[in-house]
């Protein structure tokens, strides 16, 4: 069992910076994958990043590359995502997951575990 706090989360204007955590328990919290999603009011829930167990591989959707950074700390059982240049379009609660033994990283209905999600609003 993997349970799962994000924090971070708050309003920024156009081009800011926020970083969001997810904090994690379990003694068993690096041994997964790890990503994170967004959910915009009206729209589906979509993939923003994800890290592999170790931290050695991360992936993310195109629309936040290069933007974008996901990090994790198994010492902490803690994962960042660290975003840079917002924009309004990012816009949305975003919540971190967790994903044991699914190598599907950008589909949803893989991961385990999951948090109840931070609000992010990029708004001047």
């Known amino acids: 069992q993997v349970h799962l706090v994000e924090s971070g989360g708050g309003l920024v204007q156009p081009g800011g910076s926020l970083r969001l955590s997810c904090a994690a328990s379990?003694?068993?919290?690096?041994?997964?994958?790890m990503g994170w999603f967004r959910q915009a009011p009206g729209k589906k829930r979509e993939f923003v990043a994800a890290i592999s167990a170790s931290g050695n591989t991360t992936y993310y959707a195109d629309s936040v590359k290069g933007r974008f950074t996901l990090s994790r700390d198994n010492a902490k059982n803690t994962v960042y995502l660290q975003m840079n240049s917002l924009k309004p379009e990012d816009t949305a609660v975003y919540y971190c997951?967790?994903?044991?033994?699914?190598?599907?990283?950008?589909?949803?209905?893989?991961?385990?575990?999951w948090g109840q999600g931070t609000q992010v609003t990029v708004s001047s």
């Open positions: 997951a967790a994903l044991w033994r699914g190598t599907g990283w950008t589909n949803a209905d893989e991961y385990d575990y």
């Open positions: 379990g003694r068993t919290f690096s041994t997964y994958a």
